[in-house]
């Protein structure tokens, strides 16, 4: 039975996630066989800063991942992210040569479309057809075989800076490593959160991670805006060590333990109030109840001092944060003419997204639905995978199954209309077109 490996690396400010997967060719299943997260050193909202520190970051996740699925990787596909990740939307228009539309059609139509002035720092990551029209019929996603004289698309152009983009190679080509394809941070959360439902009505997600936040939305089943803000739980964290006086690990253990904090807390404070008084007085009673109810003791997490904090205080530094970080999405979504706020509202999604009641300040903010997004659709070694920090990872597992279906389904379809190698030409022509 044949098998082949995919193999994705996630690289983030936080962290970097490998995970291996084994696919059966006969059935196109697949199965995770290694995954380790290690710590990322020399990665700075998204950006690599420290070659040398960033290479070994990835070479010990990756090196993990091989010893627990017992192989050794030589293929691999890789996000990107940064605050100047970018898109814009363009259309490409070009004469049907014969009585049918054909694959050459289609490759000038997106070549016509690609051939925009983009500045030269620039490099063009993903370029994605969203529709395509036939003599003024639009809404068609395969065009091939139809009659018509006149072809039109509608594409996606995401972008990246080349400096970036570079740089991230050299880490990967350092370790001997061939780069498939790189994949921008949202959109391959999107692959493994969204439903076919919400990208129809229209949804805009959010890959809330340490150091940048992804924006990805949609409509009518298609991407219509990506787009990434310079801010995450790094800033989050730092806010909570200046607030509550700590040190950044300590404060970082406070906002991943939040609910266990506050849970904790709220038991505790229900076992003094069973404490009986020797002395009443009704205005003493009350203030001493308000402020045991506000009392949060981090000796509950491992934090060592007897430090006794303000719960209402956490509350109010993360509150103010996310709301900063959200008003920057909106403002940066609004500026490029779109708008957040979709039918299906925002799926939030990334290690972020596990904060105690973000979804709250999401819909008070953007004053639509909110939802955490978790991955789905991957089986076998994935118990360690399967909250939102690692949508991204899984995303790109799931970004390439779909290019293998893709490629199964249009290779049947163009053994039947009879266009010989035109489709080979499109795979040729769309790996020219990576980086």
Same mark, same amino acid.
């Given at each position: ?48 800063v ?20 017992g ?14 990740m ?5 259309k ?11 694959m050459?059609d ?64 050299? #880490? *990967?080509?350092?370790? /001997?490593? &061939? +780069? ?5 941070? =949202?959109?391959?959360? %999107? $692959? ?33 805006f990506?787009? #990434? *803000?310079?801010?995450? /739980?790094? &800033? +989050? ?5 200046? =607030?509550?006086?700590? %040190? $950044? ?35 003493d ?18 934090? %060592? ?36 706020a ?9 290690g ?36 939102p ?34 489709f ?12």
């Amino acid at each position: 039975m044949a098998k082949r490996i995919i193999t994705a690396i996630d690289v983030g400010t936080s962290k970097v996630t490998t995970v291996i997967a084994s696919v059966d060719d006969s059935e196109g299943r697949s199965s995770v066989i290694g995954v380790y997260t290690h710590d990322s050193i020399g990665i700075k909202k998204g950006v690599v800063v420290n070659i040398d520190d960033a290479t070994n970051s990835i070479s010990e996740s990756i090196n993990a991942a091989e010893r627990m699925a017992g192989i050794t990787v030589s293929d691999v596909f890789l996000t990107i992210n940064g605050e100047q990740m970018n898109s814009i939307n363009n259309k490409g228009v070009v004469a049907v040569s014969g009585a049918e539309i054909t694959m050459e059609d289609t490759l000038r139509a997106i070549e016509n479309a690609r051939t925009l002035a983009l500045p030269e720092n620039l490099n063009p990551i993903h370029i994605i057809p969203r529709e395509f029209i036939v003599d003024k019929q639009g809404g068609i996603k395969y065009p091939l075989g139809m009659t018509g004289t006149r072809l039109e698309v509608e594409t996606h152009i995401i972008t990246a800076p080349t400096s970036s983009w570079l740089n991230l190679r050299k #880490c *990967v080509e350092h370790l /001997g490593l &061939n +780069i498939v394809d790189v994949v921008f941070t =949202g959109w391959a959360s %999107s $692959l493994s959160v969204l439903t076919d439902t919400e990208r129809e009505l229209g949804v805009t997600l959010l890959d809330i991670g340490a150091g940048t936040t992804s924006i990805s939305i949609f409509e009518e089943g298609s991407v219509i805006f990506s787009g #990434c *803000v310079p801010l995450g /739980g790094v &800033n +989050i964290t730092s806010d909570l060590a200046i =607030g509550l006086q700590l %040190s $950044l690990e300590d404060a970082e253990k406070v906002k991943l333990n939040l609910d266990k904090l506050f849970a904790k807390e709220d038991a505790q404070v229900e076992q003094r109030r069973k404490k009986p008084r020797l002395i009443y007085n009704s205005q003493d009673e009350k203030k001493s109840k308000k402020k045991v109810d506000d009392e949060v003791d981090l000796s509950v997490i491992g934090i %060592s001092g007897n430090k006794v904090v303000s719960k209402n205080l956490i509350k109010q530094i993360i509150e103010a944060r996310l709301e900063e970080l959200f008003e920057m999405v909106k403002d940066t979504v609004s500026k490029a003419g779109y708008d957040i706020a979709m039918p299906s509202g925002v799926v939030i999604t990334g290690g972020t997204a596990l904060l105690k009641d973000i979804t709250k300040v999401s819909q008070s903010v953007f004053g639509v639905a909110s939802r955490v997004g978790y991955p789905s659709g991957l089986s076998g070694m994935v118990d360690e995978i399967t909250d939102p920090s690692n949508a991204a990872v899984q995303g790109l597992i799931k970004h390439a199954l779909d290019e293998d279906a893709e490629v199964s389904t249009r290779e049947k379809s163009t053994s039947k209309a009879n266009i010989g190698g035109f489709f080979q030409k499109f795979l040729d022509w769309v790996k020219s077109l990576k980086p």
